[in-house]
């Protein structure tokens, strides 16, 4: 089984200033890793997705994320937020031993506020 | 691009009444999965299905069950209704080898 821990249950952040968003998982098998965002009121869209090759993956809204197999993480940074940025993220992983179609298993979230 | 259709967007039940969500997947995608996500809280995994059979299931209540059709569209269908079960109820979708889940805007369920 697979388990997702964010390091941090809220982040503010003052806008044009740099983010990291933190993400350990967990599991007995290799995963597929992403990260999902949700603006208020709405249903989840995909920023970014590690399945293989290159560890550093560049997703929409000049989001990026490293994943680092040795410390099992796949942490979300941009250099410079937007208010327009702020809104849950969500880290999630999947089991990729199966080839794909496998649940995904998500983190607590973490909420965003860029404030001016 | 289509995306995952689900339907209503927004629905208010009152206690011990049946409700029921309909998914639309992505053309072409044979697995759908449901996720309940309950306020402030993060998407938990209810049950999947791939080409019309359950292949996982998750932490779905026995009131709950699902089901997908011939044309791939999946109805997720809720009785007795609890104030618990208020929650945004998200549906998604995979082509199998795909490695990517895509989800709907969700079905807003409030319970009264």
């Known amino acids: 089984a697979q388990s997702v821990t964010q390091l941090d249950s809220q982040v503010p952040v003052f806008e044009e200033a740099p983010v990291e968003l933190r993400c350990n998982y967990s599991s007995s098998v290799s995963v597929y890793l992403f990260w999902y965002v949700q603006y208020p009121n709405q249903g989840l869209q995909l920023l970014l997705k590690y399945l293989s090759g290159s560890t550093l993956v560049k997703g929409i809204n000049g989001f990026e994320a490293e994943f680092n197999k040795s410390q099992t993480s796949f942490h979300l940074r941009k250099p410079s937020v937007h208010i327009s940025d702020t809104a849950e993220y969500f880290c999630a992983v999947s089991d990729s031993s199966q080839g794909g179609s496998e649940k995904l298993v998500f983190g607590k979230g973490t909420k965003l506020t860029v404030n001016p | 691009a289509a995306g995952v259709i689900q339907s209503p967007r927004h629905l208010i039940k009152e206690k011990r009444e049946t409700a029921t969500l309909k998914c639309y997947p992505i053309?072409?995608?044979?697995?759908v999965y449901w996720y309940q996500q309950g306020p402030g809280q993060d998407p938990q995994f209810l049950i999947s299905?791939?080409?019309?059979?359950?292949?996982d299931k998750g932490s779905i209540p026995d009131r709950f069950s699902a089901q997908q059709f011939s044309d791939y569209h999946s109805e997720l269908n809720m009785s007795s209704l609890e104030l618990g079960d208020s929650a945004l109820y998200f549906c998604?979708?995979?082509?199998?080898?795909?490695?990517?889940?895509?989800f709907g805007e969700g079905s807003w369920l409030t319970v009264v």
């Open positions: 053309p072409r995608h044979d697995t």
């Open positions: 299905f791939y080409e019309k059979m359950q292949s």
């Open positions: 998604a979708s995979s082509l199998t080898g795909g490695n990517t889940i895509y």
